[in-house]
């Protein structure tokens, strides 16, 4: 079993819809949790860090549930320039630690339609 | 502000070539990791480095060479080129967090789109 899971999509969906993922990871020992946009060909880039008690950015809110070990992203109003590939993003460990690790989940893919 | 900075942005080698991939920051990040990229695949983690002097083996090592001797620069070597590397390679980096947590997010370079013929 991978460490991070997501759904690989396509996620297919009009403009102006809300769409949720979701993300699970197996080790209890995460501490730090993130999402990552990556454009096709691009650099992943920073969404937005997921705080245990859920934050929310414009459009954009992240919810961390470490009882059941996942983390989620709902966009709401969806635009087309969200169409993009979302990346969960787990770090373990401590600074220095062996087990100090940055886990990359595999994306899903989001296409909004006009 | 130049952030993560990687170079060449493209390169195509033959066979057997070496060649070496720079990346260097500017923000005095003690994280570098250098991931590679396949097509309509995930991020792979070749190697990673803690720290000036120290780096350590990732998901898939072989066939690439890393130093780290400052804290700016984390070159990735590949030492004799094969098809199975091409590839587009990312170079990344983050602070320490506080209180030695490792809780802060990654910065990207731009990539390198590496093709070996």
């Not at chain 1, 060909?41 to 937005?48: A, D, F, H, S």
């Not at chain 2, 991939?21 to 983690?45: F, I, K, T, V």
């Not at chain 2, 002097?53 to 094969?82: K, W």
Request: charge should be positive; glycine fraction near 8%.
């Amino acid at each position: 079993r991978k460490e991070v899971e997501q759904d690989p999509g396509p996620f297919n969906v009009p403009e102006g819809a809300t769409v949720a993922f979701n993300c699970t990871y197996s080790n209890s020992a995460s501490q730090s949790f993130f999402w990552y946009r990556q454009d096709c060909r691009k650099e992943p880039k920073l969404l937005m860090s997921v705080y245990s008690s859920g934050n929310e950015d414009g459009r954009f809110t992240a919810q961390l549930n470490r009882a059941s070990q996942y983390i989620s992203l709902l966009i709401r109003d969806s635009k087309l320039s969200d169409s993009a590939t979302y990346l969960c993003v787990v770090n373990k460990g401590r600074w220095h630690s062996s087990a100090s690790k940055i886990i990359f989940g595999s994306g899903t893919r989001l296409s909004i339609r006009p | 502000n130049a952030g993560v900075t990687q170079t060449p942005k493209f390169q195509v080698l033959k066979t057997g070539q070496s060649m070496t991939l720079q990346c260097a920051q500017d923000m005095n990040h003690e994280y570098m990791s250098w991931y590679r990229q396949d097509p309509g695949m995930g991020l792979r983690l070749i190697h990673y480095s803690v720290g000036a002097g120290i780096t350590d083996q990732g998901e898939v090592p072989n066939g690439y060479n890393v130093s780290r001797s400052t804290t700016e620069d984390f070159p990735l070597r590949l030492l004799s080129a094969a098809p199975s590397q091409t590839s587009v390679y990312f170079c990344a980096s983050s602070p320490a967090g506080p209180n030695g947590l490792f809780n802060q997010p990654q910065h990207f370079g731009d990539g390198t789109r590496l093709s070996i013929l």
